[in-house]
């Protein structure tokens, strides 16, 4: 009986959270926290990417998406504090630099990677840009993909975009431009 009674614990504890994964605040991931996303949370996203015909309607929503999943990370850590840029935060408990968002963001989209919900893009490492040797801000990045059922048979196009949560409030829609504009310091004003 003892059996069934740990078997019914584990599966209580596994129904409520379907995905771990770890944020970074406080600047340069000085701090950490693991924050989980539940089943129906996921199936949210996985619907909300479902609805992509193409590439750039994939990336409009995968701008929404990371937006909610930040949204719902703040409501379990302090990245809720988190305002966009560095300076509206400053002193604050879950503040989050470039660093911090490129990192966790990176972490989200393989994330939606891995479930295979990204049809038309894959996810790269962070991209910085500098200027002036000290000023420097870092990314999360995805390449667009042909959508064909088995991608890594196909070349890539090799057009990569910058999908920054930084620019925006904790909770709000990434901003999603070409790489090549971010690294020329364009902002969420430039064409997406």
Not at 161 to 166: E, I, L, Q, T
């Amino acid at each position: 009986m003892k059996w069934l009674a740990c078997i019914l614990l584990l599966f209580a504890l596994s129904a409520g959270a379907v995905e771990r994964i770890s944020v970074c605040y406080n600047y340069a991931c000085y701090s950490t926290a693991t924050v989980s996303f539940s089943k129906r949370q996921l199936h949210e996203v996985r619907d909300l990417l479902d609805d992509a015909v193409n590439a750039a309607q994939e990336r409009a929503l995968i701008a929404l998406a990371i937006g909610r999943l930040l949204g719902w990370a703040g409501e379990q850590s302090p990245i809720s504090a988190d305002k966009g840029g560095n300076y509206a935060d400053d002193g604050v408990n879950g503040k989050m630099d470039c660093i911090d968002h490129s990192t966790t963001t990176t972490l989200l989209l393989k994330m939606l990677a891995r479930r295979g919900w990204l049809h038309w893009h894959r996810v790269l490492d962070p991209a910085m840009r500098t200027r002036f040797l000290i000023f420097d801000h870092w990314t999360a990045v995805i390449e667009e993909a042909p959508h064909v059922p088995y991608q890594d048979e196909h070349p890539f196009s090799r057009v990569r975009y910058a999908v920054d949560s930084w620019f925006n409030d904790n909770g709000k829609p990434a901003v999603v431009m070409l790489l090549d504009h971010w690294l020329d310091w364009e902002g969420p004003d430039a064409e997406q």
